[in-house]
């Protein structure tokens, strides 16, 4: 990828949402890793943030790989899908300095059936990252960012 705005660790429960936001977030943001889960977001964000990317764990022969696993540079920001909450977004906000982007379940969305909402909360989330990006005062926001 060539110079993005952004690099981001993406969080998010299924690897085919994973793979579709890492894919419509291109050109602007640049998805360094993906993750599943809570307990693995507690696990290797510290390790991303610290520059230990060596000592990730390693994806099972059968796992799909998102995220370009480009570590030179420390990301920006993490993003939490839908289903995460503040209070995982607080355990991960408790634990590493960086910001925290959360989806907002309160703000309308298309019904979760139609192919409308992904590109709906894809739109939000896109648009949240690189207005953040340009905000002057990004480093006095508090966790979570909601989106």
Known sequence: MSNPLLRIILCGK???????????????????????????????????????HQNLPQPKPSEEIIGTQ??????????????YD?????????????????ADRT???PPLAT???????????KDSLLDWEKDTKKGERNNPIWY
């Not at 480009?70 to 839908?82: E, H, S, Y």
């Not at 503040?86 to 959360?102: H, M, R, T, V, Y």
């Open 14 to 52: 299924t690897t085919s949402v994973g793979k579709a936001v890492t894919a419509g977030l291109k050109p602007e943001i640049e998805v360094v890793r993906f993750i599943t889960s809570l307990e693995a977001a507690r696990k290797e964000i510290p390790l991303i943030l610290s520059n230990q």
């Open 70 to 83: 480009n570590f030179k540079v420390i990301p920006d920001a993490v993003m939490l899908g839908g289903g």
């Open 86 to 102: 503040a209070s995982d977004a607080q355990i991960l906000d408790g634990e590493n300095k960086i910001p925290i982007f959360l």
């Open 115 to 125: 192919g409308e909402y992904g590109k709906a909360i894809l739109r939000r989330a």
């Open 107 to 109: 703000k309308p969305a």
